[in-house]
């Protein structure tokens, strides 16, 4: 069996149950949570709880939307935000026990969606100018679960080779669904981050802004020893935005820094409730 193989083995084997994060990797990483800065925060809950299948939950002072893999975290937008679509993350998915179920939800809730000719995927629109990619595999055993984060960026090798170094991914290629290949991606314990030069839309020679500031804000990634995690990142020439700082009334730790490419990163200990 190749080292590709076993390592998509080892990925099937420990895919999160449902509550749960996936277990980190060697670096003590794994996917935490996408940040949502929002306009109206009841219309997101509809969104992710009612059309999506998230599950709300608690954690004093955080309230999260609960999905196998990840948490959906909402703020109320002070001011008006720019969608996700121009920035570096462009897009996330999500992947359906029972795509048809979902598709029939979706449209007796009066949801957007796109499909180019493909049953099997095509993306959801939540309010803010999020778009949500969706795929169906009925071989899941819970019925929704994260996938993946898409970016559009220039040096895809050097992207990859920086999340390696930064957070122990693992860099490689996810099958494309809706055209024939392969996109590049780094494989995160809950996620991969894949990785494509344009978009629809995209101007060429134009760099993707960041995120924040966008009504997706950032990503999250936690880690199970984030005094530890600052340091190594600090030896590596990584400077956190924003320092560690404990919540109130909490266990859960909190730092902010930015990729080269412009993603808002938000890297917690503790996070799930």
């Not at 969606?113 to 995927?121: F, H, I, K, Y």
């Not at 936690?222 to 009334?249: C, M, S, W, Y």
């Not at 909190?254 to 200990?269: H, K, N, S």
């Amino acid at each position: 069996m190749s080292p590709r193989s076993l390592f998509l083995l080892a990925t099937v084997t420990l895919a999160p149950a449902w509550a749960q994060l996936a277990n980190p990797n060697y670096a003590g990483v794994r996917l935490g949570h996408i940040h949502l800065a929002v306009q109206d925060v009841d219309a997101q809950k509809h969104f992710w709880i009612d059309m999506m299948g998230g599950k709300l939950v608690k954690k004093e002072p955080l309230e999260l939307i609960e999905f196998p893999g990840v948490y959906i975290m909402l703020r109320k937008a002070t001011e008006p935000t720019q969608p996700p679509e121009g920035s570096v993350v462009n897009h996330f998915g999500f992947v359906f026990a029972d795509l048809p179920a979902m598709l029939a939800k979706w449209k007796a809730g009066g949801v957007k969606v796109d499909q180019a000719g493909n049953p099997n995927q095509g993306m959801v629109h939540a309010p803010d100018g999020i778009r949500v990619e969706f795929f169906g595999d009925p071989s899941i055993t819970v019925p929704v679960k994260m996938d993946h984060i898409h970016d559009q960026v220039v040096d895809v090798p050097g992207i990859q080779a920086w999340y390696a170094k930064a957070f122990g991914g693992i860099p490689g290629d996810r099958v494309r669904v809706a055209t024939p290949g392969l996109t590049p991606c780094i494989y995160v314990p809950g996620t991969n981050v894949s990785f494509n030069e344009t978009f629809p839309g995209s101007k060429e020679g134009v760099k993707p802004a960041g995120t924040k500031g966008r009504s997706l804000d950032h990503i999250g990634f936690d880690v199970t020893n984030l005094d530890q995690f600052a340091k190594k990142l600090e030896a590596q020439g990584i400077k956190l935005d924003v320092p560690i700082r404990q919540l109130p009334n909490s266990n859960t730790k909190i730092a902010f820094l930015t990729d080269p490419w412009g993603t808002y990163i938000e890297v917690t200990e503790n996070l799930a409730p």
